[in-house]
């Protein structure tokens, strides 16, 4: 029976793929098989067979990971020796992590208002257009590429080539520039705009998911509402910094905050790109370098905390607003 | 204050044949509170916001004093408008609310205050306008959307179905408020119901729609005494009139044993067109129950009785040797009549009733139309 732990050839995986589907379905099987059988179930063990596995998972997976993050982050770089708060320290005071730091700070910044803006306009703008299906369709699509395959996309419109003669620029952006007859840049290299050139591959992407939400929210903007809007005199502008805006501030505040969590865990975008040179390193970027790049567990750990202390806030802030939106209905 | 008229105005909606409002004429006094009324899909509330100008107008014109409105924006045309479900700003308290018209119109802060703080006090509104639109009542909010019109006294007031959101009670109750208060500013005010009661109590005249064609316009007593057509006539009272279509012999109609003499214009009035038929109403309160073998009444046979305390209705079905027409009230196919709740027949029973002198409607059994 080794080959079910130590499969080799192609036939003994689809044989431990079977095994696998087999044990599941009797696995399900059993368990929807015996959910109708006694009669007579406490409560407490109904609430543990729905909540408990999900406990589990949560401890195991989260919990448990969380606290040793934290431990380590008070250890030295192979986590042998107790260091303090000397993480920290080096974290917010050393003048590379400063620039991390503030690369995350103008990223979460930028990247969920943006996103957000130009979603919204955009889907005001189609709102009822002939062609909508398509136009939606046609910014929504970034949202089902990966986002190591968004960067790589953007690398190569970002490409470039230094400008000799005989030398044939590959890049979108600095084939456009060299036809308007202005020297081609190094998107990537030059500080600060790099972050910047960074940031727009992911409002690229995260736009169409604000569009999509937005969208449908206007549509669930009654139709009297807007006649009586425009029975009062509004119009255009008026109107969406009147109506459009306030009616749809619930999901406003949910595509704000749902991006601007992702905006600070993003990762692939810098690792792809530029792998965090140049200055552009971001938090999660950095966490990843320190912990497996430079072997230095404890500083790691401190940033990856960093991190989620970021992330905390928002996320409070984000439940409050989906109970306050569940409340107004 | 403005008069209204619609000359002959049109809306046809792109990709339909058939335009829902068709040629409406109509013209509404300064002043004057007119209730537009008919089934649903009649065009009424087509016309109010036609009027209102959140509805193209493919043909004819509308005028709001002496002025062509026609192509004019709705913020620009001088009326405010309270929608079915109040269309009220949810994010805004009621005061924004009410005040919003002026906020946009650029007016002073004190100003739009003092207007809001009167519209509230008419509608005994000021202790909420404070307040959200959802923590409101449904009543508490209509009278939001009748004060967010009254804060902008316009010329003329559009109302579409604004009481159809309240329970039954509430309704009657705001019926009289609504009334009462249009006397009392004198705005034009154009009222649309499906509810023939509500037009008939509200209006100082009523126009009845049908198809999109305007049926009848005048005062609740003319269109409750003088129906012009048999739509109106079925249409207009509660419970709805008995309407049957009949032989005529001998200048006189045939309804069950009983023969009711026509008026000699009416006879004359008949086309080849009719068949020597003629349609005949009689509302449930024009039947007095007689003896039998009286000259002129005929047999109804007593199906149900609906006790109303003050008022006792009998559905029953028409006896009849001669077996001609069929005699039925509104949408069912019973004859309605009103008696005395101190007298009431059994089910089954066999009462006699005759028409009272004069008080029989007459239409062309062709075209529907009046006759005499």
Not at chain 1, 85 to 94: E, G, K, L, Q, S
Not at chain 1, 313 to 325: D, E, F, S, T
Not at chain 2, 220 to 231: C, K, L, T
């Amino acid at each position: 029976m080794d080959w079910l732990l130590e499969a080799g050839s192609p036939a003994q995986k689809f044989g431990v793929m079977a095994v696998a589907i087999l044990l599941f379905v009797v696995v399900m099987g059993a368990i929807l098989f015996a959910v109708d059988r006694p009669k007579r179930v406490p409560r407490w063990v109904v609430a543990v067979g729905f909540v408990g596995p999900a406990l589990l998972g949560l401890a195991f997976g989260l919990v448990y990971p969380g606290l040793v993050t934290i431990k380590n982050s008070f250890f030295d770089r192979s986590g042998a020796e107790f260091v303090g708060f000397d993480n920290y320290v080096t974290a917010f005071t050393n003048e590379q992590f400063l620039i991390v730091l503030r690369n995350t700070a103008i990223w979460v910044l930028v990247a969920p208002v943006l996103s957000t803006l130009i979603g919204l306009v955009y889907a005001v703008v189609v709102d009822r257009s002939r062609f909508e299906r398509f136009a939606k369709a046609l910014i929504f699509l970034p949202m089902a590429i990966s986002m190591v395959g968004a960067s790589i996309i953007w690398r190569f419109v970002y490409e470039f080539k230094p400008d000799q003669p005989g030398v044939q620029q590959t890049g979108l952006l600095n084939q456009l520039l060299v036809w308007l007859g202005l020297p081609p840049q190094q998107f990537l290299i030059n500080q600060p705009w790099n972050t910047v050139f960074l940031i727009v591959i992911l409002i690229w992407i995260q736009s169409g998911f604000a569009m999509t939400l937005l969208s449908a929210a206007i549509k669930a903007i009654p139709d009297d509402i807007t006649e009586a809007a425009r029975l009062d005199g509004l119009h255009g502008l008026g109107m969406f910094r009147y109506i459009t805006v306030p009616s749809i501030r619930p999901a406003l505040v949910v595509v704000l905050t749902t991006i601007a969590i992702t905006t600070l865990k993003v990762f692939d975008i810098v690792r792809t790109t530029t792998a965090g040179q140049f200055g552009t390193s971001v938090v999660a970027n950095e966490f990843y370098t320190q912990s497996f790049r430079q072997n230095n567990a404890g500083l790691g750990a401190a940033l990856a905390v960093v991190l989620f202390i970021l992330v905390i806030p928002i996320i409070v802030y984000n439940v409050r607003q989906l109970r306050l939106a569940e409340e107004v209905r | 204050m403005a008069t209204v008229t619609f000359d002959h105005a049109t809306r046809v909606y792109p990709g339909t044949e058939r335009p829902a409002v068709d040629q409406l004429n109509l013209h509404i006094e300064d002043g004057e509170f007119l209730v537009l009324v008919g089934p649903s899909g009649c065009g009424k509330s087509t016309s109010l916001r036609m009027l209102a100008g959140l509805e193209d107008v493919n043909g004819g014109r509308i005028l709001i004093g002496d002025r062509d409105v026609t192509d004019v924006q709705p913020k620009d045309r001088d009326i405010a408008m309270v929608f079915q479900n109040y269309a009220l700003y949810p994010h805004m308290s009621v005061a924004d609310n009410m005040g919003f018209a002026l906020k946009i119109a650029g007016t002073p802060k004190a100003e739009i205050r003092q207007r809001v703080e009167e519209a509230a006090k008419i509608l005994d509104l000021t202790e909420y306008l404070d307040r959200k639109p959802k923590a409101l009542s449904g009543g508490q909010r209509q009278r939001v959307a009748m004060g967010r019109a009254i804060v902008r006294q316009p010329q003329v007031f559009l109302m579409d179905e604004p009481l159809s959101n309240l329970d039954a009670k509430l309704r009657v109750q705001t019926r009289t408020q609504i009334a009462s208060l249009q006397r009392r500013l004198g705005v034009t005010t154009v009222y649309v119901t499906h509810d023939q009661t509500e037009a008939l109590t509200m209006g100082d005249r009523i126009a009845v729609l049908k198809g999109g064609v305007l049926q009848q316009v005048g005062t609740p007593r003319e269109m409750y005494d003088a129906p012009a057509n048999v739509f109106v006539a079925g249409f207009i009272g509660s419970p709805a009139m008995n309407i049957g279509t009949f032989d005529v012999k001998e200048g006189a109609a045939l309804v069950g044993n009983a023969q009711i003499p026509l008026e000699r214009s009416m006879v004359a009035g008949l086309t080849d067109a009719d068949a020597g038929k003629v349609t005949v109403g009689f509302r449930p309160e024009s039947l007095d129950v007689v003896p039998s073998g009286t000259p002129g009444s005929f047999q109804v046979q007593v199906n149900i009785v609906e006790e109303l305390g003050s008022d006792a209705y009998v559905y029953g079905s028409l006896q009849s040797d001669l077996g001609t027409g069929e005699l039925s009230a509104g949408d069912s196919d019973q004859v309605i009549v009103r008696i005395n709740p101190r007298d009431v027949p059994m089910k089954g029973d066999i009462i006699n009733v005759a028409i009272k002198a004069g008080h029989e409607h007459v239409f062309s059994a062709s075209s529907g139309n009046r006759l005499g």
